[in-house]
Nanobody, 122 residues
Framework: QVQLSDSGGGLVQAGGSLRLSCAAS????????MGWFRQAPGKEREFVAR????????DYADSVKGRFTISRDKGKSTVYLQMNSLKPEDTAVYYC???????????????WGQGTQVTVSS
């Protein structure tokens, strides 16, 4: 199983930027689908972005397209989420996930990071 440690959250004003990092360790994951999710207070966890570790193809939730960019550094075993033009509605705890799969209309992951808080003030 992959162990994940996410970091980089903080407090930022609307319009600002943050970069989240997810350091992975454990078994190799050459054909792994990894991603970021977020959970706001009183809401369910939602998909934000995903990336194939091997080929690097990406996909985003409509709410973050054009503002967020997911990437990975194979040498550092790290996945990043660059967040620009942040809005107050982006406020949430952000979680990194590995071994993603889609089944029955929802995402599943074998590994989750501990979460990092992102707060965007208006």
């Amino acid at each position: 199983q992959v162990q994940l440690s996410d970091s980089g959250g903080g407090l930022v004003q609307a319009g600002g930027s943050l970069r989240l990092s997810c350091a992975a360790s454990g078994r190799t994951f050459s054909n792994n689908l990894m991603g970021w999710f977020r959970q706001a207070p009183g809401k369910e966890r939602e998909f934000v972005a995903r990336i194939w570790w091997s080929g690097g193809s990406t996909d985003y939730a409509d709410s973050v397209k054009g503002r967020f960019t997911i990437s990975r550094d194979k040498g550092k075993s790290t996945v990043y989420l660059q967040m620009n033009s942040l809005k107050p509605e982006d406020t949430a705890v952000y979680y990194c996930a590995a071994d993603l799969s889609w089944n029955g209309g929802r995402w599943y992951a074998n590994s989750w990071g501990q979460g990092t808080q992102v707060t965007v003030s208006s």
